[in-house]
């Protein structure tokens, strides 16, 4: 039996433990013990009833919970894997030839805070944002060659900049299994590269696929403006169902060169297609009108409480600018990934730019992360992703 750190809660705070929310914060415990991070801890009630178990964290958010009163023990940490893994199968996500990408482990969602795993087509990408589950990364190796067996030709650590950012913990990246540096992968018919080590995230916007397939179900004919477009996912995807012509628009030189090389793999014609390295809030205030699709999928603006207004202020300006470039029956996908700005501030925010721009808008979806990172329904913070495909007359 493992000895774990007894951590006990002031008489009250047990509530949202008990409503299976995984984060504890600081103030919710009687007494803070000397820990350090990553370091395993009993959650008990101020009457010594066991809670659950988690990581210790140095911060205001103390301890992240993986497990509510089952202690972990045995094959604890595989059947989490096994049962992310039948989410993703239940969905469709996997086996499918024609999407051979997708989260497998999406952090809260998946019982496992601070924990993403992602699958590029037999090499797993896991990135780690806490000490404790990062300390786990050789165990969740072996959980995930008995997972996928043969399947499996590669795991990458690329739990570096996002612990440094998290935590000031010291790591670096590298491969686990395997040593399979890059990866292609396929998503509804279109081909992207992945490029697990130097690119954004954990190579690839895997939140985005159910999106992509939308723009390019009404991409037919139509002249697209693709901004922050990373390695050009939307892009790829409208020229793939028969865009007219699309503009790739990224501040980033390797997102570019990026777009560019999935532009050749899927043998696209250059004429009918742009890459432009310049910042694309500076690239709206320039255009012209008579765009009929615009895609605004900008990086979170915030990261911080004290940087929502900043984010606010900056996704007016972007999406006033496409509201007013887009032609009469013009469709705008835009997107926040920032996680303290919630749906009701975003839309209210676009609501604000349309008035601004003096054009008759109407919401046509609400749009958000697909089922392979599932929210759960105790921790609706986990929902970061709020995105609005609007009808502008």
Request: hydrophobic share 35%; aromatic share 12%; proline share 3%.
């Given at each position: 039996m493992t000895n774990y750190h007894q951590l006990s809660l002031r008489q009250g705070k047990e509530q949202p433990v008990k409503r299976f929310h995984p984060w504890i914060f600081s103030g919710a415990i009687q007494k803070m013990p000397k820990l350090n991070g990553g370091e395993l801890v009993e959650v008990v009630s101020w009457q010594g009833e066991v809670l659950g178990y988690g990581f210790f964290e140095t911060g205001s958010l103390a301890v992240k919970l993986f497990s509510f009163g089952e202690e972990p023990v045995g094959d604890f940490w595989l059947n989490k894997f096994q049962q992310a893994l039948r989410l993703r199968e239940v969905n469709g996500l996997t086996p499918d030839h024609d999407n051979n990408a997708y989260r497998l482990i999406f952090s809260e969602g998946d019982g496992m805070p601070g924990l993403i795993v992602d699958f590029y087509n037999g090499t797993a990408v896991l990135q780690?944002?806490?000490?404790?589950?990062?300390?786990?990364?050789?165990?969740?190796?072996?959980?995930?060659?008995?997972?996928?067996?043969?399947?499996l030709k590669a795991v990458y650590d690329k739990s570096g900049?996002?612990?440094?950012?998290?935590?000031?913990?010291?790591?670096?990246?590298?491969?686990?299994?395997?040593?399979?540096?890059?990866?292609?992968?396929?998503?509804?018919?279109?081909?992207y590269k992945v490029d697990l080590i130097a690119g954004q995230k954990t190579g690839f916007f895997l939140d985005q696929r159910d999106s992509r397939k939308l723009v390019a179900q009404h991409a037919k004919g139509k002249k697209i403006l693709n901004t922050y477009c990373y390695s050009g996912g939307f892009s790829i995807a409208a020229l793939k169902a028969g865009a007219q012509l699309v503009h790739s628009v990224d501040s980033s030189k390797k997102a570019i060169q990026l777009t560019e090389e999935n532009l050749r793999l899927n043998g696209f014609d250059p004429l009918i297609h742009q890459c432009i390295a310049i910042d694309a809030m500076q690239y709206l205030d320039q255009i012209t009108p008579g765009w009929e699709l615009i895609i605004l999928d900008p990086p979170a603006f915030a990261k911080h409480v004290s940087q929502r207004h900043k984010a606010l202020t900056a996704y007016r300006h972007i999406n006033r600018e496409a509201i007013k470039n887009l032609a009469p029956g013009g469709l705008l996908f835009t997107f926040s990934c920032s996680q303290v700005v919630d749906s009701g501030q975003f839309e209210s925010i676009v609501m604000a730019s349309a008035i601004e721009a003096g054009r008759q808008v109407k919401?046509?979806?609400?749009?958000?992360?697909?089922?392979?990172?599932?929210?759960?329904?105790?921790?609706?913070?986990?929902?970061?992703?709020?995105?609005?495909?609007?009808?502008?007359?």
């Open positions: 780690a944002n806490s000490i404790g589950m990062y300390s786990m990364r050789q165990h969740f190796t072996e959980c995930l060659q008995r997972l996928y067996g043969q399947q900049e996002t612990l440094r950012k998290q935590t000031g913990y010291e790591t670096f990246d590298g491969f686990l299994f395997g040593n399979n540096a890059t990866n292609v992968i396929n998503e509804h018919g279109c081909t919401i046509i979806r609400h749009l958000g992360h697909p089922a392979d990172h599932p929210v759960s329904i105790f921790h609706p913070e986990g929902a970061y992703l709020k995105g609005l495909m609007l009808y502008v007359e």
